[in-house]
T-cell receptor, first 113, second 114 residues
């Protein structure tokens, strides 16, 4: 298995620009999670999907953040417009029903200037 | 959500056992105890999980107190590659055992000394 694949690994953008982060979960996994990690707040769950349907988006900080999962093999997290306080590492993780194990990607490091 | 309490940091010597403690006094009967670790510049990595009985796998052992209000992650022989932040997390369990979201705390930073 290739593992959870995230892109881009690094993104530097200017305030106000749109940012799209991408995630390919492990094949056969039916849960997908988006987390954000900062020094101040640690790892925070933003949203998770089950069978491509958003289940809990209570962690999404503002309307500027949106996430989609158009099919079982792809998800996006979009920030529009981006702000400096959005700078963080964004992790995608996937899991299979009936197991207790989440598999994380290597993360996308976002810097908003 | 039930919370966990872990020491901020611990040190260990290479090739010695490490016991990482976790308190979870408000754990409910259906909460699973999970351990993840995060190596520098990487995403979190699953280590082990359990419900009531002690568990062993190739990475570590998990010892769960009889009242389930605390647990200990045991690395039998620490290596330099085990230096990481270790997170103890409670996951709400339901009968189907479905994967649910994990709420990460601040974890324990383990330093392994050569």
């Amino acid at each position: 298995d290739a593992g959870v694949i995230q892109s881009p690994r690094h993104e530097v953008t200017e305030m106000g620009q749109e940012v799209t982060l991408r995630c390919k979960p492990i094949s056969g996994h039916d849960y997908l999670f988006w987390y954000r990690q900062t020094m101040m707040r640690g790892l925070e769950l933003l949203i998770y999907f089950n069978n491509n349907v958003p289940i809990d988006d209570s962690g999404m900080p503002e309307d500027r953040f949106s996430a989609k999962m158009p099919n079982a093999s792809f998800s996006t997290l979009k920030i529009q417009p981006s702000e400096p306080r959005d700078s963080a590492v964004y992790f995608c993780a996937s899991s299979r029903q009936g197991t207790g194990e989440l598999f994380f990607g290597e993360g996308s490091r976002l810097t908003v200037l | 959500d039930a919370k966990t309490t872990q020491p901020n940091s611990m040190e260990s010597n290479e090739e010695e056992p490490v016991h990482l403690p976790c308190n979870h006094s408000t754990i409910s009967g259906t909460d699973y105890i999970h351990w993840y670790r995060q190596l520098p510049s990487q995403g979190p990595e699953y280590v082990i999980h359990g419900l009531t009985s002690n568990v062993n796998n190739r990475m570590a052992s998990l010892a769960i107190a009889e009242d389930r209000k605390s647990s200990t992650l045991i690395l039998h022989r620490a290596t330099l590659r085990d230096a990481a932040v270790y997170y103890c997390i409670l996951r709400v369990g339901i009968s189907s055992g479905s994967a649910r979201q994990l709420t990460f705390g601040s974890g324990t930073q383990l330093t392994v000394l050569p």
